[in-house]
């Protein structure tokens, strides 16, 4: 029998080869291309992930700053005092504690407050007038009534009004209370400091003050009565007391037939 070997050359090859692992695919090759594959992923290796985005800063909203508040706590009686009657107001000005017509008034520039609630004392006194309430009449005030003249002529004609002495009458004082006060932030007129209102030969006088109460002995000796309608005619008046801060005269309502 004859033996082609273009029938049995491969499959001759293949027995050949059979120790060496001959198979329909090439093993050898395989596990070389799988081993480079592995030293490639050993030596290469994943990159890295994106970084995150960094988030956005959060705008805060920063308060304004407060003031700082003066502190009194160590504050003797006098530098109390100096320091009340040189308080700046909130509305300028070195009245941030005073007295008025219509009592005692209390607002402090807020960066010059006291950190802590103070307290003072209000003394109000009668003024009695006694004397002096003589109506003059001011001649440009008259009218003499008669066609043909000027309306304003000095002529002792019926006057059309009359106005009190501006002249010094005397007076006496007759105590009318002492109250204490607590000078708290926005009050304004702090409640308990309205003296009574004037009346006819009667008028008031408000003292704010610190300490024991204001003695008749500290008061002026002497005191101008206004005509003016300006704040009820109040002026302001100089108490001898050190520890006194702020004094306010009402003159009488009225000083006819005193």
Same mark, same amino acid.
């Given at each position: 029998?004859?033996?082609?070997?273009?029938?049995?050359?491969?499959?001759?090859?293949?027995?050949? @080869?059979?120790?060496?692992?001959?198979?329909? &695919?090439?093993?050898?090759?395989?596990?070389?291309?799988?081993?480079? &594959?592995?030293?490639?992923?050993?030596?290469?290796?994943?990159?890295?992930?994106?970084?995150?985005?960094?988030?956005?800063?959060?705008?805060?909203?920063?308060?304004?700053?407060?003031?700082?508040?003066?502190?009194?706590?160590?504050?003797?009686?006098?530098?109390?005092?100096?320091?009340?009657?040189? @308080?700046?107001?909130?509305?300028?000005?070195?009245?941030?504690?005073?007295?008025?017509?219509?009592?005692?008034?209390?607002?402090?520039?807020?960066?010059?407050?006291?950190?802590?609630?103070?307290?003072?004392?209000?003394?109000?006194?009668?003024?009695?007038?006694?004397?002096?309430?003589?109506?003059?009449?001011?001649?440009?005030?008259?009218?003499?009534?008669?066609?043909?003249?000027?309306?304003?002529?000095?002529?002792?004609?019926?006057?059309?009004?009359?106005?009190?002495?501006?002249?010094?009458?005397?007076?006496?004082?007759? @105590?009318?209370?002492?109250?204490?006060?607590?000078?708290?932030?926005?009050?304004?007129?702090?409640?308990?400091?309205?003296?009574?209102?004037?009346?006819?030969?009667?008028?008031?006088?408000?003292?704010?003050?610190?300490?024991?109460?204001?003695?008749?002995?500290? @008061?002026?000796?002497?005191?101008?009565?206004?005509?003016?309608?300006?704040?009820?005619?109040? &002026?302001?008046?100089?108490?001898?007391?050190?520890?006194?801060?702020?004094?306010?005269?009402?003159?009488?309502?009225?000083?006819?037939?005193?």
């Amino acid at each position: 029998m004859r033996w082609s070997w273009r029938s049995t050359g491969p499959l001759l090859a293949c027995s050949l @080869l059979a120790l060496a692992g001959c198979s329909g &695919s090439d093993p050898g090759h395989a596990s070389a291309d799988a081993g480079r &594959s592995a030293s490639a992923s050993a030596q290469s290796p994943d990159p890295s992930p994106s970084p995150s985005p960094s988030p956005s800063p959060t705008v805060s909203h920063t308060p304004p700053p407060v003031a700082d508040c003066t502190d009194t706590a160590a504050f003797g009686q006098q530098q109390l005092h100096d320091y009340l009657a040189k @308080l700046p107001s909130d509305s300028g000005g070195l009245n941030g504690l005073h007295t008025s017509y219509d009592g005692v008034h209390y607002n402090p520039s807020v960066d010059h407050r006291p950190c802590k609630t103070l307290y003072v004392n209000v003394t109000h006194f009668w003024v009695v007038v006694v004397g002096g309430g003589r109506p003059t009449f001011n001649p440009g005030d008259w009218s003499t009534g008669i066609p043909g003249f000027p309306s304003r002529t000095p002529y002792p004609g019926v006057p059309t009004s009359t106005r009190t002495s501006s002249a010094e009458a005397e007076f006496t004082y007759k @105590l009318i209370s002492t109250t204490p006060l607590a000078l708290t932030l926005g009050a304004g007129t702090v409640i308990g400091s309205r003296p009574p209102a004037p009346e006819t030969c009667r008028g008031t006088l408000t003292v704010v003050h610190l300490g024991d109460p204001i003695t008749d002995e500290e @008061l002026p000796d002497s005191l101008r009565f206004e005509a003016s309608t300006l704040d009820h005619g109040a &002026s302001t008046v100089k108490v001898k007391a050190d520890r006194a801060i702020d004094a306010t005269l009402v003159p009488p309502s009225s000083r006819v037939g005193c």
